[in-house]
């Protein structure tokens, strides 16, 4: 993995680097090839957009278990009829205004606790309240404690576990997208070497023909060979003129094709005087066909993708197991409570 950062790094900050180099215009190497193809990519940029959806959908998870404050205010009013001349009103009378603010968490190991105040005022005609307007306030402590079904934080980060899963994938995605972009293009800068080497040999071939033809033309004119021979070297050179056709027009598609990759598109980069680097292979770094199955096998994003899959699948079927689990959960609530208010003295109506 960190293999496979190091090239993001690399891909990232390269341009910024030729960008500041001197290098000749008409020469285009393999790595700034490289690098110019994943930069203009969109389809790259697409599935790069896909690693800050699921950092954000990480986040979200994580916010799961932040602790939040919750606050909330309500009143309320009552007007019903007496049924008791005591009261000495026609209509009892009661508004209450309330408030409440409380912290909530809930914990990795399934554990949910909050933590609340709420006030009451009220206000009543009642003769025989002695506390009119009177104050309650309550403080509450309320935890919960799942023991079977939704216990330890092997559950309860499920969620949180598999959408980072998901973000390695989108990772490893980008970097295979990335890999096999990479592969195209350096498959289409060789085939350019290639055509190009090609195109010279056809050249420099043509270019013997037309010496031959030069000389037995001259030798004809000597007397020295019969026209056959000329006529034979005419055929030669027109055979080396389709050649060197039919070379170039290989080359041509092939500056073409690593033109698509590159995103060029009404440029004149790829000119007449373009050039490629050529290339020399070292024996000695080229691995053996064991090293390589393994080389493969540790490194190919494709690959450690679905490793990455197996190991979601693991915590979904480890979810669902618990699940299974009856529900068994210790609750506890702690609370105080006070009562204040106006004393109001009582007055009986006298019948």
Do not use: C, W
Request: charged share 30%; hydrophobic share 40%; no cysteine.
């Amino acid at each position: 993995m960190l293999r496979h950062f190091f090239v993001l790094v690399v891909l990232f900050f390269a341009p910024a680097l030729v960008a500041g180099a001197e290098r000749d215009a008409s020469l285009l190497t393999l790595r700034e090839a490289l690098v110019l193809g994943v930069e203009r990519n969109l389809d790259l940029r697409i599935t790069a957009q896909d690693i800050a959806i699921s950092a954000a959908e990480v986040e979200a998870e994580e916010a799961f278990f932040d602790m939040a404050l919750v606050f909330g205010a309500n009143t309320r009013g009552e007007r019903i009829p007496s049924i008791s001349t005591l009261e000495g009103e026609e209509y009892s009378r009661q508004r209450t205004y309330a408030g409440n603010v409380g912290l909530t968490k809930r914990f990795r190991t399934g554990l949910e606790g909050s933590l609340s105040l709420e006030s009451l005022r009220q206000t009543s005609n009642n003769r025989f309240v002695t506390l009119n307007p009177n104050y309650r306030s309550f403080l509450v402590l309320d935890i919960t404690q799942p023991l079977l079904r939704d216990f330890g934080s092997d559950v309860t980060t499920t969620d949180l576990r598999v959408a980072e899963q998901r973000r390695r994938q989108a990772s490893l995605g980008f970097l295979d997208d990335a890999r096999i972009l990479a592969n195209r293009i350096e498959q289409a800068y060789v085939e350019i070497v290639r055509s190009y080497g090609v195109l010279e040999m056809r050249i420099n071939s043509r270019e013997l023909a037309r010496e031959l033809l030069d000389g037995n033309r001259k030798k004809f004119d000597a007397g020295i060979i019969p026209i056959s021979e000329v006529q034979e070297a005419q055929t030669a050179v027109a055979a080396r003129d389709e050649e060197v056709y039919f070379a170039r027009q290989q080359a041509e598609v092939a500056v073409n094709n690593l033109q698509d990759l590159l995103e060029i598109d009404g440029e004149n980069l790829l000119d007449d005087q373009f050039r490629t680097e050529g290339f020399t292979i070292d024996e000695a770094l080229v691995p053996q066909r064991e090293e390589a199955l393994l080389l493969s096998l540790d490194n190919r994003p494709d690959l450690e993708t679905q490793r990455v899959e197996l190991e979601v699948r693991d915590i979904r079927v480890a979810f669902a197991r618990n699940q299974k689990l009856p529900r068994l959960d210790l609750d506890g609530t702690l609370g105080s409570n006070g009562l204040s208010g106006e004393p109001q003295r009582l007055s009986l109506i006298h019948i």
